[in-house]
Each structure stands twice: as C-alpha cells, then as structure tokens.
C-alpha cells in the first residue's frame, strides 16, 4: 500500500527534524548559552575540488535530502533558531572560523565529527549527544570529547594524529605503516 509507505516515510522525516528540534531544546536546558547557532554543511564542500576522492567512498544522499534540509531552516528560523551555513565550507569550518576569530566567548560545539576536536581548548568544548544509558545504567544527554581520550596533550597533536592516520569516514588516506 503505497499511501501507506509516504505516511511511514513523512512520520520518518517529520520525526528527524522534530529530533533535530529537541536537540536544540536539551542544548538550551542543559548550557544555557548566551548565544546559540546552528551549523550547517554546504551542499560541497571546497575539498572536493582539491582531493577529488574526498568522502567519495560514501552513498549519495536521499534524492529528497536538500527539501528535508530547507524544511529544517524554515523550522529554525521560524523558531528563531539561528543557523549559518556556506556554500563551500563544512560545518566544522564554521566552527573553526567562530572559534578562532571571537576571543571572548566560550564555545560549546556540540558534534559526532571527531574532526571538531581539533577546536578543543581552554575556551572550545566539543561534545556529543548520545541521549541514552551508558554501560552503567546513567542517562547520559551529552558526553563531552577530548583529544586527550586518544592519549594526546594539545589541538596540534591531534592534527598530526589525523595527518598520520588519515580519516576513513572522509576516505583520506594515512602513512602507510602507521
């Protein structure tokens, strides 16, 4: 029954931006920022055109991804949610360029993207949102990240450990051997 199957499949769509939605609601709860924004990838990103097999090793998305992402800024901004996004940079470089050109703010970058880590510092905090019990039973919201977790002292050793290792989830190669 096909009216059936676009019933489940809006109920699914309809359901990730109403996800998305109370992300932003816990985000609030739970920091109480002074200011709040949401990132959004650009539909390409510049390193595409310098390294053509970047994230080549990826499906492509849903043919209805970019109505569901334009539903989901209507969303925002209706609910006076800013987001920012570009045409060419990735979220993470959102980030980079908020973090690193505003000096007397304190960040809270709340992402799944290790890449963000690269941002950690005495004023950056990167945290993920699993919303679900840890190994012990604890509701955990948010769980905060660190590049120290892999064993590391700063920013400028995690991009020396991504340089060396390389990223699978963006299909870039590390040295050989390592």
């Known amino acids: 029954d096909f009216k059936k199957y676009d019933d489940v499949v809006k109920a699914i769509k309809d359901n990730f931006i109403e996800r998305y939605l109370k992300l932003i609601k816990d985000v609030i709860k739970d920091f109480q920022p002074n200011y709040l924004c949401n990132l959004i990838d650009a539909p390409s990103s510049f390193r595409k055109g310098l390294y053509s097999e970047y994230k080549s090793q ?52 709340l992402s799944n993207d290790k890449d963000c880590l690269q941002l950690e510092s005495k004023t950056c905090k990167i945290f993920d949102y699993p919303n679900k019990r840890d190994e012990s039973g604890q509701f955990v919201r948010f769980l905060q990240k660190s590049f120290t977790n892999l064993g590391l002292t700063s920013s400028e050793q995690f991009l020396l450990y991504l340089s060396l290792m390389g990223d699978t989830s963006d299909n870039i190669p590390g040295v050989k051997g390592i």
Not at 67 to 75: D, G, S, T, Y
Not at 76 to 98: I, M
């Open 58 to 109: 990826r499906p492509p998305k849903p043919k209805d991804y970019y109505a569901l992402l334009e539903n989901l800024k209507f969303k925002l901004k209706k609910l006076n949610y800013p987001y920012q996004t570009s045409k060419s940079l990735e979220a993470e470089d959102l980030a980079n360029l908020f973090v690193k050109n505003i000096s007397n703010a304190e960040f809270v970058i």
